[in-house]
């Protein structure tokens, strides 16, 4: 089992900066790849970025390609998301989610980000 503990979240305006964290504990040396979703009021949950843990390769949403930059520090076993020049639209709660083993998932409980114009 793995468990997972964001921070990082908080009110910003509009083109400002945010960094957010994300810490696993449990059977670590497991997790194959780890990322941060996203889910505002009345809508679905969506994927902003995804690291693996071998090779560092990144996928990013199209929203926030250019703005937003995940990274990890094995080592601290913790996952960043870098979030520049916020929008209004980007505002929700994030969670970080990590895939281990076969069929692992877990997932955080979240931390809000709100941007306000």
């Known amino acids: 089992q793995v468990q997972l503990v964001e921070s990082g979240g908080g009110l910003v305006q509009a083109g400002g900066s945010l960094r957010l964290s994300c810490t696993a504990s449990?059977?670590?040396?497991?997790?194959?790849?780890m990322g941060w979703y996203r889910q505002a009021p009345g809508k679905q949950r969506e994927l902003v970025a995804r690291i693996t843990t071998t090779d560092s390769s990144t996928v990013y949403a199209d929203s926030v390609k250019g703005r937003f930059t995940i990274s990890r520090d094995n080592a601290k076993n913790t996952v960043y998301l870098q979030a520049n020049s916020l929008k209004p639209e980007d505002t929700a709660v994030y969670l970080c989610?990590?895939?281990?083993?076969?069929?692992?998932?877990?997932w955080g409980q979240g931390t809000q980000v709100t941007v306000s114009s």
């Open positions: 449990g059977t670590t040396f497991k997790i194959k790849d």
């Open positions: 989610n990590a895939r281990y083993g076969d069929w692992g998932a877990s």
